[in-house]
Structures are given as structure tokens and as C-alpha cells.
């Protein structure tokens, strides 16, 4: 029989023929998978420099984003603790964006190079202890009445990159609430003026200023602010002649004021005559060196020709943005001004705005740096560190943005000669650092 024909020949034959289909589609299915992962490892080496940024806008928008008005604060500040440790992982990777005061991207730092874990130095922490607990209540008061209401106290800021969250925050601002009343109730010095007490109860970090204009710059600039004593009169005079003034609850919805300068305001349009006037309220006349001490300052103390005193602190200004360099007289940006019964720091609103206390206080960037950071402050004076303790309660203009700068409350005073020489005893710049309860 012909071999062509033989069953057992034409079966091998097939199988063969079968293997060999096999091997060659098994063949170039290897070479289409391979090339399918190559481009996407091409793909993803070409995105991956873009992913830490969007790994951290994605969770800025998580911490930070408004949430609804039915929640309660304790319901929001709560939601921090559900994120999971991949989060925070996620978020100490990626570069951290720097927003201004409209909260517009400015610049985008790496974290690492700006927050670093350290250790306070064997010094006493100096501060007043009952001074900085009132600051901490009043603070985490704060947090607690109207994180639903003001969104901006949920942003971490910079420390995001080292993993810290509100609950961090506000853990913080509790446990040094509780040692502090402990300590005072029981008449001694406070634990928290132990630097071996904080190295090993918190987590330390210190802050290296990072300055857009000046990159050679590694310790913070501590600058000085103060609430000034000032004579005034209820009525205008040759001597008390630049108001300052109150604006009323219907200015909620008629913003006519953002439509005015400094220099508009002060030319009298809401005096006797002028075109808005009775839009505001009078509340008192300084002199024009008065004025500008209390918009800088943004409280003021007052002391009446006819014997009243009262604290004023600014409420809200014309929308206007203050310029860097520019001489207060020639700025745009003009404050609007409430009466009130302490030195005022942050608050979202007049009503709202946190008592603060000479001593334990810093302004600061709360949008890039966060409400509420506890801050220790190291300089040298006379061969010896001192150490200065005090929480982040109030802000400013010129902190939008800002991480290279803290401005420290000195306190009252009744010129600027006595507050020049008291503030000739602290420091320029200093080691800054951030403590986070463990």
C-alpha cells in the first residue's frame, strides 16, 4: 500500500500538523502581549512624573474640599480618620501645590526638603502657661464650632507630605490642653516647657523655609506685630480726622464697598455729603498714623476723649490685594472694622474670629500651613538657645502664600518706641519647628 494512504501515516501527519499551528499562534501571541506591555510601561514611564502631583490633588481635594451644611463640625473633622494609611502614604510621596489667598496654584514644593523629623534641643521651652491654654481652647473651640462653616481649617497644608491630618491637629491641641490644665490645677511648671517631655510625647519636625526669592534662606523670618493704644473721638476734629468704620448685616448682599480704594474711602464718600453716605457705621476717628497702625495690626486699642476704651479689630476689606513693597498709605486694600472684646486672631467671620494672647501667638499661612500648628521657635541669645512656644491662631495678607515667615504678637503697647525696644529681645529669624502628638 502506497504510504500516502497508510491511516497510521496520514494521523502522525495531522498531530503534527496540529503542534505545529500550536507552537506558531502560541508563537505570536508572546509577540503581541510583549509589545502590548512595552508600550505601556512606555505609557506609564510617561505619566508617572505626573502622578504624585494628581495623587496629592486628589487627596487635598478630599481633606479639603466644602462639605454639606446638615453635617455637624465633630461629623466632618471625624470623616479625616477614615482615610486609609495608603492615603497617607500617597500624600507623603507626592509634591505639595502651594495655593494664594483665592486658593489658585501658585508653585508646587517637595516636602522632604521643607519638613523634616528632628529633635528640640535640651533647652526649657519658654511661654505662658496660662496665656497659651487659653490660646489652645480657644483654638480647638474653633475647629469644633465651625469647621462646616469655614472648609479652609481642613487643609493640612505643607505637613500633608509628612503624613499629618487634622485628627493630628486636633489631637495635638487636646492633649496639650489636658497636661496644661493638669499642671496648672496642680500649681507647677508644665511638662510641656520639657523638651525631653515633648522628644518623647510628640512627633518633631522642623520647618526649613522655603523662599520663591531668596533660596539661601534656611531659618524662618520672625517678624513682630503688636495691638497699639490709641487716642480717638466719636466725632470728627482737626486733630482725630480718618475714620474707621463698621459696615452694616445688609452689606452681606450689597458688596457696594468692594467697589472702593483706601484712598475713595478717606476722600469722604461716606461722610455728610459723600455719595454713600449712611452705608456704614461710624466708629471712631483716629489720626492717619492711627489707621494704618490698626490695619496693620489689625487690632486696635482706643482710648476716648470722653473716657471710653474699647478693643477693634478688622472685620472685612474691600476685596482688594495687598501689595508686597508697596507704603501702607499708597495700598488699595482697605479694612472695615468691628468693636470687640479681645485681641482677635483668625475667624472666617467677625463673630466667629478666635481670642488670642500676647506671647503664644503666631500669623501665619493657615491655607499652606494650617490653623492650629503648634510651633516651637530656636534662637541663640547670649551663647545660650531659648526656646519660645506658641500656636498658629491668627493670619494675615502678607501670609497668602507664605513659608518662609511667622509674625509673633508681642503684645499691647502704647507707641511704637516701646514696642521697639521690647521687641529688641527676640529674634530676626529662628529654627522653627512643628510639634504632632505620636
Given at each position: 500500500?502506497?504510504?500516502?494512504?497508510?491511516?497510521?501515516?496520514?494521523?502522525?501527519?495531522?498531530?503534527?500538523?496540529?503542534?505545529?499551528?500550536?507552537?506558531?499562534?502560541?508563537?505570536?501571541?508572546?509577540?503581541?502581549?510583549?509589545?502590548?506591555?512595552?508600550?505601556?510601561?512606555?505609557?506609564?514611564?510617561?505619566?508617572?512624573?505626573?502622578?504624585?502631583?494628581?495623587?496629592?490633588?486628589?487627596?487635598?481635594?478630599?481633606?479639603?474640599?466644602?462639605?454639606?451644611?446638615?453635617?455637624?463640625?465633630?461629623?466632618?473633622?471625624?470623616?479625616?480618620?477614615?482615610?486609609?494609611?495608603?492615603?497617607?502614604?500617597?500624600?507623603?510621596?507626592?509634591?505639595?501645590?502651594?495655593?494664594?489667598?483665592?486658593?489658585?496654584?501658585?508653585?508646587?514644593?517637595?516636602?522632604?526638603?521643607?519638613?523634616?523629623?528632628?529633635?528640640?534641643?535640651?533647652?526649657?521651652?519658654?511661654?505662658?502657661?496660662?496665656?497659651?491654654?487659653?490660646?489652645?481652647?480657644?483654638?480647638?473651640?474653633?475647629?469644633?464650632?465651625?469647621?462646616?462653616?469655614?472648609?479652609?481649617?481642613?487643609?493640612?497644608?505643607?505637613?500633608?507630605?509628612?503624613?499629618?491630618?487634622?485628627?493630628?491637629?486636633?489631637?495635638?491641641?487636646?492633649?496639650?490642653?489636658?497636661?496644661?490644665?493638669?499642671?496648672?490645677?496642680?500649681?507647677?511648671?508644665?511638662?510641656?516647657?520639657?523638651?525631653?517631655?515633648?522628644?518623647?510625647?510628640?512627633?518633631?519636625?522642623?520647618?526649613?523655609?522655603?523662599?520663591?526669592?531668596?533660596?539661601?534662606?534656611?531659618?524662618?523670618?520672625?517678624?513682630?506685630?503688636?495691638?497699639?493704644?490709641?487716642?480717638?473721638?466719636?466725632?470728627?476734629?482737626?486733630?482725630?480726622?480718618?475714620?474707621?468704620?463698621?459696615?452694616?448685616?445688609?452689606?452681606?448682599?450689597?458688596?457696594?464697598?468692594?467697589?472702593?480704594?483706601?484712598?475713595?474711602?478717606?476722600s469722604g464718600i461716606y461722610e455728610p455729603g459723600g455719595k454713600e453716605f449712611g452705608?456704614?457705621?461710624?466708629?471712631?476717628?483716629?489720626?492717619?498714623?492711627?489707621?494704618?497702625?490698626?490695619?496693620?495690626?489689625?487690632?486696635?486699642?482706643?482710648?476716648?476723649t470722653d473716657g471710653y476704651q474699647a478693643f477693634f479689630n478688622v472685620d472685612r476689606?474691600?476685596?482688594?490685594?495687598?501689595?508686597?513693597?508697596?507704603?501702607?498709605?499708597?495700598q488699595k486694600r482697605y479694612w472695615y472694622f468691628r468693636e470687640v472684646d479681645a485681641?482677635?486672631?483668625?475667624?472666617?467671620?467677625?463673630?466667629?474670629?478666635?481670642?488670642?494672647?500676647?506671647?503664644?501667638?503666631?500669623?501665619?499661612?493657615?491655607?499652606?500651613?494650617?490653623?492650629?500648628?503648634?510651633?516651637?521657635?530656636?534662637?541663640?541669645?547670649?551663647?545660650?538657645?531659648?526656646?519660645?512656644?506658641?500656636?498658629?491662631?491668627?493670619?494675615?495678607?502678607?501670609?497668602?502664600?507664605?513659608?518662609?515667615?511667622?509674625?509673633?504678637?508681642?503684645?499691647?503697647?502704647?507707641?511704637?518706641?516701646?514696642?521697639?525696644?521690647?521687641?529688641?529681645?527676640?529674634?530676626?529669624?529662628?529654627?522653627?519647628?512643628?510639634?504632632?502628638?505620636?
Amino acid at each position: 500500500m502506497n504510504i500516502l494512504f497508510n491511516p497510521k501515516f496520514r494521523l502522525a501527519v495531522g498531530c503534527a500538523g496540529l503542534l505545529f499551528v500550536s507552537l506558531a499562534s502560541s508563537h505570536l501571541y508572546t509577540q503581541s502581549k510583549n509589545k502590548q506591555l512595552v508600550q505601556q510601561d512606555q505609557s506609564f514611564s510617561q505619566q508617572k512624573n505626573f502622578a504624585p502631583l494628581q495623587s496629592q490633588i486628589y487627596l487635598t481635594s478630599k481633606f479639603q474640599n466644602p462639605f454639606v451644611a446638615q453635617q455637624t463640625s465633630d461629623q466632618i473633622i471625624a470623616k479625616q480618620n477614615a482615610f486609609s494609611s495608603s492615603d497617607n502614604l500617597l500624600a507623603a510621596s507626592a509634591p505639595y501645590p502651594v495655593v494664594d489667598e483665592f486658593k489658585k496654584y501658585k508653585f508646587s514644593i517637595n516636602g522632604s526638603q521643607v519638613v523634616t523629623p528632628a529633635k528640640l534641643p535640651s533647652s526649657k521651652v519658654n511661654f505662658n502657661q496660662k496665656d497659651l491654654l487659653t490660646v489652645l481652647v480657644n483654638t480647638r473651640k474653633y475647629f469644633q464650632d465651625y469647621a462646616s462653616a469655614d472648609p479652609d481649617i481642613l487643609r493640612t497644608g505643607m505637613l500633608t507630605t509628612q503624613g499629618v491630618t487634622v485628627p493630628d491637629v486636633l489631637k495635638t491641641l487636646d492633649f496639650m490642653i489636658a497636661i496644661l490644665k493638669e499642671d496648672v490645677a496642680n500649681n507647677r511648671a508644665t511638662r510641656l516647657q520639657d523638651p525631653k517631655f515633648i522628644n518623647t510625647n510628640f512627633r518633631v519636625i522642623k520647618w526649613s523655609a522655603y523662599n520663591p526669592n531668596n533660596k539661601q534662606q534656611k531659618q524662618l523670618r520672625i517678624t513682630k506685630y503688636a495691638v497699639f493704644t490709641h487716642p480717638g473721638s466719636r466725632k470728627k476734629t482737626s486733630t482725630f480726622n480718618t475714620p474707621i468704620y463698621s459696615l452694616k448685616d445688609n452689606s452681606n448682599s450689597d458688596k457696594f464697598y468692594t467697589r472702593y480704594t483706601k484712598q475713595d474711602v478717606l476722600s469722604g464718600i461716606y461722610e455728610p455729603g459723600g455719595k454713600e453716605f449712611g452705608k456704614v457705621t461710624s466708629l471712631a476717628y483716629l489720626t492717619r498714623n492711627g489707621l494704618e497702625e490698626a490695619i496693620m495690626e489689625g487690632t486696635i486699642l482706643i482710648n476716648f476723649t470722653d473716657g471710653y476704651q474699647a478693643f477693634f479689630n478688622v472685620d472685612r476689606n474691600n476685596g482688594m490685594s495687598y501689595i508686597r513693597g508697596l507704603k501702607a498709605t499708597a495700598q488699595k486694600r482697605y479694612w472695615y472694622f468691628r468693636e470687640v472684646d479681645a485681641i482677635k486672631g483668625y475667624g472666617y467671620k467677625i463673630d466667629a474670629k478666635i481670642s488670642i494672647k500676647p506671647g503664644v501667638t503666631f500669623a501665619g499661612d493657615v491655607l499652606n500651613i494650617g490653623l492650629g500648628k503648634v510651633i516651637v521657635i530656636e534662637h541663640t541669645q547670649g551663647g545660650r538657645k531659648h526656646l519660645q512656644m506658641g500656636v498658629i491662631a491668627d493670619t494675615g495678607g502678607a501670609f497668602l502664600p507664605n513659608l518662609y515667615q511667622l509674625d509673633f504678637l508681642a503684645g499691647i503697647f502704647k507707641n511704637k518706641k516701646d514696642f521697639g525696644q521690647h521687641i529688641t529681645q527676640l529674634p530676626d529669624y529662628a529654627t522653627a519647628y512643628f510639634l504632632v502628638k505620636k
